[in-house]
């Protein structure tokens, strides 16, 4: 059953993802955990999380939703496969803030 990280665990893994979206330069991040929202369901069985994510980024400009949400996969890279099973992406460049 997926349940939400201990305040250190959380603290330690938003640390690791604004590692991973260091090279999209971003003005602002914010990461929310819903993981305690899905406890129970079948695809979270596994460990990972659900959250939703605000990446704030001058690298999205001209770029498509499909675009910017792909930058933001790559950046993750095995995170996507490892600790987080649902994201919701709000890719954004600070002149649509």
């Known amino acids: 059953m997926s349940q939400a ?22 003005a602002r991040i914010e990461l929310i955990d819903d993981s305690a929202l899905h406890a129970g369901h079948e695809g979270a069985k596994s460990g ?3 959250y939703r994510l605000l990446v704030v980024s001058a690298a999205f400009a001209g770029k498509s939703t499909v675009a910017r949400h792909r930058l933001v996969y790559d950046a993750l890279g095995e995170l996507m496969r490892q600790r987080i099973h649902a994201l919701s992406i709000k890719s954004l460049t600070p002149e649509e803030v």
């Open 5 to 26: 990280l201990p305040n250190d665990a959380a603290g330690a893994f938003e640390a690791l993802l604004h590692e991973r979206l260091a090279s999209l330069a971003p």
């Open 48 to 50: 990972g999380g659900h």
